[in-house]
Each structure stands twice: as C-alpha cells, then as structure tokens.
C-alpha cells in the first residue's frame, strides 16, 4: 500500500508505473486507475485556480484508512492513492488511485470506493481563485457505493 500527498505537479502515470515495479509479475490480472484533474470551472463559474490545503498528518492518516478499509474489504493484491496539495491549476492532476487484484471486479470496486470515501471523507480544504475574488468550497461530494 503506498499513500502519498504531493506538493508540487503529479505524473499519475508515472505513479502507477513506480508502484507497479513493486509488485511480483504474474500475481494480478487487473489494473484499475483514477485520475481526478482539476476543472476550469464550478457552480457555474470559471475557476482559474485552487488552493488545497491539509492538516499534515491527519490528511495521511484518513487517507491510509481508507486505502486500508479498500484492501481489507476486497481480495486485493495492493492499492496506491496520490493526492495533491497547495497551488493547483486547471487540467493538472489533483488525484490518482489504482488497485491491483487477480480480476478486474475487484480492482474496479475498490478504485472506486477509494476515490468515493477521499472526496466525501478526507480532510481537504479547497480555496478556489476565481476573477472575482476567491472562495471556499464548503461542500463534499457523498461516496458512492
């Protein structure tokens, strides 16, 4: 299991890439993969950048909740999930997560739960910078089961 916040730009692909390296040859059968980019907009209004904050060590630790819940909840041979913090611009990367099992139904279940639990559960703060102004982002989206 690796969980990592990254403060500065994300190559989710090259993430995968790494932590894959890690894992035995042979032992999965499926490679299931989030990516979460940043949009130019929301609620209706052009966004032209975000500031995600955290509280360091309590960002880490829910996020290796999750990715721990993922794996104990299905028959997984392991999970990733890198998230970005700080200054983030629009069509950049903010999030990835991936899982690897024998089939795919698990490796598809649990991507999925891990990205529906970190945007309803994980302690995250957006500020977005708008023309006008910026803001705070109050609401969380609800996991998806």
Known sequence: MKVALAPAALDPWA?????????????FG??????GTMR???????VEGMFLEHYPGMTEAHLERIAAEALARWDLLDVLVVHRVGEIAPGEPIVVTAAWSAHRGEAFAACRYLMGELKSRAPFWKK??????????????????
């Open 40 to 46: 130019d907009f929301n609620d209706g209004e052009a």
């Open 128 to 145: 977005e910078r708008l023309r006008e102004g910026e803001r705070w982002v109050a609401f969380k989206t609800p996991a998806e089961e």
């Open 30 to 35: 499926a490679t299931a993969v989030f990516v």
């Open 15 to 27: 993430e995968v890439s790494a932590h894959q390296q890690s894992l035995r040859p042979g032992a």
